[in-house]
């Protein structure tokens, strides 16, 4: 499903490079749920974002869905991540101003489906999440598991494949994060989605099938 | 502090170079326009008052009577008058250089023996001794001309100039040459020295003096002997201090001062406007950077001082290249303000001026004051960012909530306007009344703009919702202009004051294509019903007034005599007083035209008006007139003629586009008694049946064009020229109208850049959940048209109001004229048009920008 092949990521940083990445290779099989750990600055995110076509590797190739993404042009590979990625990040990134029912059916607004489609698919997952009673709610009043729950429904819009999670407990009490990854791991199981959490938390990635660990923008290999 | 402003503010500055150098400009600008009305409105207040003070020479007293003149026999009564030193009579007018095209003389005819006591003319090659005198007085085609004139023209002493006099072309000598000293400085130099009986026949006016110019014996009170002077006179002339006397007159210009000051009030609303936009476009983009001073213990009042003080360093640098530009400026403004005030008022000089130190003061307190005003919002709202800012990250701000404490100041603005408007104070004369209006109207805009945030949150709202109701069409960008929508709806306060910005701009179009339209529509009825003639001929210039060059009746029997012409009347001009203000007097004969003629008249019939005015039971009056002094129909008047006194009964209220000082009509042979002038300014031709103008007008050219400098117009080309010179004194506002346009425009690129800025990180999330560059575009640009769209409409619908009461109502109040209202329906719809194009071109930038910034540093790091 996701193949790293010595994918290299450096950043400029003044006149000196920073290097993220340096030379990962890896492979998450389709359905897994794969942790991702490190310490700060280990590469975690970029790793994500590469795997999200956030981002492009400086060296190496990004497979996803048999597809090379690191490849592809921004506008293709914008259209692969609307359909065949969902993404949940720590700080929540919803807009402030759309209802929940709004935020979740953005996507698929941006995909030109009809407003009652994507209000219906949008209200299936609120429901499925749990937040149906809170539909038309602006983020501002919904609690953070509520939040970061509208935020996996939003991810979800598409029914993608590949679920990529940025800290999605890093900004919430623990019983409210554990919740969420509860959320994560059913969604993982019954829909048979590739998942790619990166976290700090070690009972959060006890969650997943395997855990990765970056080090230096490596793979610790001796610890995976 | 002020290091810190150094190190931060010089760095903003130039790391955004181009918004710091359009702010700058912008300032300039402004700045510029204040110091070059101000210096042009200066000249225009001395320029007469110059020409009189360098012709009167050592004068206190002169003696009067508007154009028409007065009787020589009067100079001995004047002369013996006890306590009078010494009097020296003159007359003067312009006189265009026979085949030479653009060139004119002010001719000046004095008693060259007696003048010397008055004025000391400097001749050319020693003095010029009274042998000389003698013999240039001797020959009555001696002229003598100054020596910028001559070496302009290539002439020298015994060299022929011939001039277009009131009886045709005439051929004089140059006897002497003038040093550019006193009197010979006004006009450029243009300037001529008759002896006065030959001067007297070359301006048509024989027997008679324009003015006679006195001293006093030692000792005498000046304002005594002006009553006794005035006593003996009764009424047959005014006698003045030279300096009233020009005050008189410029009084003419009041209504187009006080429009050019408007024009200047304009240019300060909108730079205030752009200044405002750039502070808050600035504060947006730092707020982190606030976040992390105030982190670092920088106090609230320290941000407050940070940016004002940084508004104050631009509007410094901006108010003095401003003032510099300024004088520039006016060089240009005076060539053009000169010439309107040539065409519509009297002649004079206006050139050579520089800013004083008035001036100066205007132009830094304007842009500075005007910058600082501008900055204390956008400065107290970075001085209200939280140290939080600079660690922000997920923090949710506020959907709008509607109706605030703008909404409610804008209701109580546009509430207030009204009662500004038409509020009218007792003592309040016209030009109080406008200026009353003109800030109504201020804050009309003001309410507006204040209440612009709240439009734009329902109009986005409208929008929003609508747009949900339509059905996805392949290419219409739907939910880009959707997502546009909710963006415009979450800050309204962003984009309101861009909003407010643009519709100021339209607002100010539509107001003056309104008025243009209106003023142009109403002026062609009236030239419709006021010259009915098929042919009028000028001499010197196109139309009446002070460019043409009075003919005697004689000249006008020929063109009865041209084949064709059936009726010919005589039209004259001249300016006079009433009750210490100046009045034009308009004189045509009724007896020989009332059966093709009309007049526009407001109150009464015409043929009823033109029956009684030939039968001299009295005299007609403009609106103007009506207006400026509360007389109307069956009240008497009583004007000072070369006669004496003389009262008229109004017998009716017309309307005259010529002046808005006030017109009195009078029968011709009524005011040829009276006045003892029998010049004409326009001939009116009536043709046969059938007669060809062209035919007509060919052969007055031919026989009588040179001679006489004949301009012969169809009452078509006469319209075309009403037209002309009314656009001529348009030209100003139509400047002005496109630094409203491209102030406005910055506007745009401005508010959408901060918009960008303020949402990088919703950028940034909308493209990781798929949005493609191309849809974050159109959403950009899709605002940008909302933008566009809703200060259009609200500027169309602004400059509706605003134009109706310009037109209806401060026009009135300064000039007395009351016009047609037409809406400019063609520009408004343009205007809209092109403000949502120039919008979207505007959007191409921000657009761009947007759709280039990085995912990830956007959604991580904001």
Redesign the interface.
């Known amino acids: 499903m996701i193949r790293l092949i010595d994918v290299h990521k450096t950043f400029k940083q003044g006149a000196s490079d920073v290097v993220a990445l340096d030379g990962v290779s890896l492979h998450i099989a389709a359905g897994e749920f794969v942790a991702v750990m490190g310490p700060s600055g280990s590469g975690k995110s970029t790793l994500l974002h590469l795997v999200g076509g956030l981002d492009r590797p400086s060296r190496g190739d990004v497979m996803v869905d048999g597809k090379i993404i690191s490849q592809m042009e921004d506008d293709q590979v914008t259209l692969f991540r609307r359909a065949r990625v969902g993404f949940v990040f720590q700080f929540f990134n919803l807009l402030p101003t759309l209802n929940a029912i709004e935020n979740t059916a953005l996507p698929l607004m941006l995909d030109g489906r009809s407003e009652s489609e994507a209000r219906a698919r949008a209200e299936g997952l609120l429901e499925r999440v749990g937040l149906s009673a809170r539909k038309n709610h602006l983020p501002e009043a919904l609690s953070g598991g509520e939040i970061q729950r509208l935020a996996i429904a939003r991810a979800l819009v598409f029914k993608p494949p590949i679920l990529l999670a940025d800290e999605p407990t890093g900004n919430l009490d623990s019983k409210t994060g554990a919740a969420i990854l509860a959320t994560i791991r059913e969604i993982n199981r019954s829909e048979h989605c590739t998942v790619v959490m990166v976290t700090h938390d070690r009972e959060a990635a006890a969650t997943a099938d395997r855990v990765i660990r970056l080090k230096d923008g490596l793979l610790d290999e001796g610890r995976g | 502090m002020l290091r810190l402003l150094r190190l931060l503010t010089w760095r903003h500055f130039l790391r955004h170079r181009l918004r710091t150098l359009l702010t700058f400009l912008g300032i300039v600008l402004g700045v510029a326009a204040i110091v070059a009305i101000a210096i042009v409105n200066r000249a225009l207040v001395g320029a007469f008052q110059n020409t009189i003070d360098l012709v009167a020479g050592k004068a206190v007293l002169q003696v009067e009577n508007g154009e028409s003149g007065f009787k020589e026999s009067l100079f001995p009564i004047v002369r013996d008058t006890a306590g009078v030193r010494d009097a020296a009579p003159a007359v003067q007018g312009f006189l265009p250089l026979a085949g030479v095209k653009g060139e004119k003389l002010y001719i000046y005819g004095v008693d060259l023996l007696a003048d010397a006591s008055i004025r000391e003319h400097e001749f050319v090659g020693g003095a010029f001794d009274l042998d000389g005198a003698l013999d240039f007085i001797a020959r009555p085609d001696s002229i003598a001309l100054t020596e910028t004139f001559a070496r302009r023209l290539g002439l020298r002493a015994g060299s022929t100039i011939r001039l277009a006099t009131s009886r045709g072309a005439r051929a004089y000598t140059v006897r002497a040459l003038l040093r550019e000293q006193g009197a010979a400085k006004v006009f450029g130099g243009s300037f001529a020295l008759m002896d006065l009986p030959a001067a007297q026949i070359a301006l048509g006016k024989d027997g008679k003096l324009d003015v006679v110019d006195l001293t006093l014996d030692d000792g005498e009170n000046i304002d005594a002997s002006r009553r006794r002077i005035a006593g003996r006179l009764g009424g047959a002339a005014e006698v003045e201090r030279p300096r009233n006397r020009g005050e008189q007159v410029e009084s003419l210009m009041t209504s187009f001062r006080v429009g050019l000051f408007f024009v200047s009030l304009i240019a300060l609303f909108v730079g205030f406007f752009l200044i405002f936009n750039t502070i808050s476009v600035s504060v947006v983009q730092r707020k982190r950077e606030i976040g992390t001073l105030r982190c670092l213990g920088v106090l609230r009042r320290q941000v407050l001082f940070l940016f004002i003080m940084e508004a104050l360093a631009l509007a410094v640098a901006g108010s003095v290249t401003g003032i510099l530009a300024g004088v520039f400026l006016a060089k240009g403004a005076l060539l053009f303000a000169g010439r309107t005030v040539n065409s519509l008022f009297f002649q004079v000089d206006l050139a050579g001026i520089g800013p004083t130190a008035r001036e100066i003061w205007i132009g830094l307190a304007g842009g500075i004051g005007v910058s600082i005003l501008a900055a204390v919002y956008p400065a107290w709202q970075a001085a209200r960012v939280t140290p939080l800012e600079s660690s922000r990250?997920?923090v949710?701000?506020?959907?709008a909530r509607g109706v605030s404490r703008a909404s409610i100041t804008g209701l109580i603005l546009l509430g207030a306007s009204p009662l500004l408007a038409f509020w009218s104070p007792a003592a309040a004369g016209g030009v109080e009344r406008f200026t009353l209006g003109v800030v109504a109207m201020m804050l009309f805009l003001l309410g507006l703009c204040f209440l612009s945030p709240l439009l734009v949150f329902w109009w986005a709202g409208l929008f929003w919702r609508a747009l949900?109701?339509l059905?996805?069409i392949?290419g219409f960008l739907r939910?880009e202009a959707?997502l546009a929508c909710?963006s415009l709806?979450?800050v309204p306060g962003r984009s309101g004051m861009t909003i407010a910005t643009l519709m100021i701009s339209l607002a100010a179009i539509v107001t003056v294509a309104a008025f243009v339209a209106s003023v142009r529509e109403s002026l062609l009825l009236w030239v419709d019903r006021m010259i009915t003639a098929d042919l009028v001929v000028h001499s010197g210039a196109r139309t009446a007034g002070p460019l043409n060059v009075p003919l005697q009746e004689e000249v006008g029997e020929k063109f009865a005599a041209v084949p064709g012409v059936e009726v010919l009347d005589f039209y004259r001009l001249i300016r006079s007083n009433y009750e210490g203000k100046p009045i034009m007097i308009e004189s045509f004969s009724a007896r020989r035209s009332a059966r093709v003629r009309t007049l526009p008249m407001l109150v009464g019939d015409a043929p009823a008006a033109l029956r009684r005015m030939a039968a001299e039971e009295g005299a007609l009056v403009s609106e103007s007139f009506r207006e400026k002094f509360g007389k109307t129909t069956g009240d008497t008047i009583r004007l000072a003629t070369p006669s004496g006194f003389a009262s008229f009964k109004i017998i009716g209220i017309y309307v005259d586009y010529s002046s808005d000082a006030g017109s009195v009509l009078i029968e011709r042979e009524w005011y040829k008694r009276l006045w003892g002038d029998d010049l004409v300014d326009a001939f009116d031709l009536w043709l046969a049946r059938g007669a060809d103008p062209q035919a007509a007008i060919r052969e007055i050219n031919e026989r009588y064009g040179d001679d006489y400098q004949l301009f012969v117009s169809t009452h078509r080309e006469l319209k075309e020229n009403v037209v002309r010179l009314m656009e001529q004194s348009f030209s100003v506002n139509y400047a002005v109208e496109i630094v409203a346009v491209v102030v406005a425009i910055f506007s745009v690129v401005n508010t959408l850049l901060a918009s960008v800025l303020d949402r990088r990180?919703?950028i940034?999330?909308?493209?990781?959940?798929?949005?493609?560059?191309?849809?974050l575009r159109g959403m950009i640009m899709a605002e940008a048209g909302w933008i566009g769209l809703l200060g259009g409409v609200l500027g169309l619908g602004a400059g509706a109001i605003m134009s109706y009461h310009h037109v209806v109502y401060n026009t009135k109040f300064l000039t007395g004229w009351s016009f047609s209202y037409f809406y400019p329906v063609e520009v408004a719809v343009i205007s809209l048009v092109a403000s949502v194009i120039l919008c979207l071109l505007a959007g191409y930038f921000p657009a761009k920008r947007a759709a280039s910034i990085?995912?990830?540093s956007a959604?991580?790091y904001e």
């Open positions: 990250q997920a949710w701000r506020s959907r949900s109701r059905p996805s392949p939910n959707r909710d709806r979450r990180r919703e940034g999330v909308l493209r990781a959940i798929g949005a493609t560059k191309k849809q990085p995912i990830v959604i991580g």
